[in-house]
Nanobody, 127 residues
Framework: QVQIVESGGGLVQPGGSLRLSCTAS????????IGWFRQAPGKEREGVSC??????????YYTDSVKGRFTISRDFAENTIYLQMNSLKPEDTAVYYC???WGCGYGELALDNFGFWGQGTQVTVSS
C-alpha cells in the first residue's frame, strides 16, 4: 500500500520541542521534495518547510515565522523526513501535514505543487 504517514504530534508547553516524522511505505521519498504544511482552525493551510529531493543538493525552505526554530531533515535509511520543532509557541498549534512534490519551488510553497498528502498530526502548544 502506497502511503505517507505523519507522527510525533502532541501537547507541549510553550518553549518546548517536538519532532514530527513523515514516513513513506510502498515508495521511496528520495525522489521527491517533501513539504510540511499546517492548518489551524479557521485558517488556510500554510506551507511551513520543504526539503528538495536527493538530486537537488539539499535545498531547504522555511516560512519566516519558523526560521531559526524548525529544522527539516531527511533520513534515507529510514525513508523518513523529520521536522524538528524547537521553541514552540501557541501560534504553532495546528494540524501538520507532509506532502510530496517534484520540487519545492523557490519561496513560498504552492499547495498545488504537492500531490500526495498524509492524514496529518495534531500539534498543540499550550500551558
Amino acid at each position: 500500500q502506497v502511503q505517507i504517514v505523519e507522527s510525533g504530534g502532541g501537547l507541549v508547553q510553550p518553549g518546548g520541542s517536538l519532532r514530527l516524522s513523515c514516513t513513506a511505505s510502498g515508495f521511496t521519498l528520495d525522489l521527491y521534495a517533501i513539504g510540511w504544511f499546517r492548518q489551524a482552525p479557521g485558517k488556510e493551510r500554510e506551507g511551513v518547510s520543504c526539503i528538495s529531493s536527493s538530486d537537488h543538493s539539499g535545498y531547504t525552505y522555511y516560512t519566516d515565522s519558523v526560521k531559526g526554530r524548525f529544522t527539516i531533515s531527511r533520513d534515507f535509511a529510514e525513508n523518513t523526513i523529520y521536522l524538528q520543532m524547537n521553541s514552540l509557541k501557541p501560534e504553532d498549534t495546528a494540524v501538520y501535514y507532509c506532502a510530496t512534490a517534484w520540487g519545492c519551488g523557490y519561496g513560498e510553497l504552492a499547495l498545488d505543487n504537492f500531490g500526495f498528502w498524509g492524514q496529518g498530526t495534531q500539534v498543540t502548544v499550550s500551558s
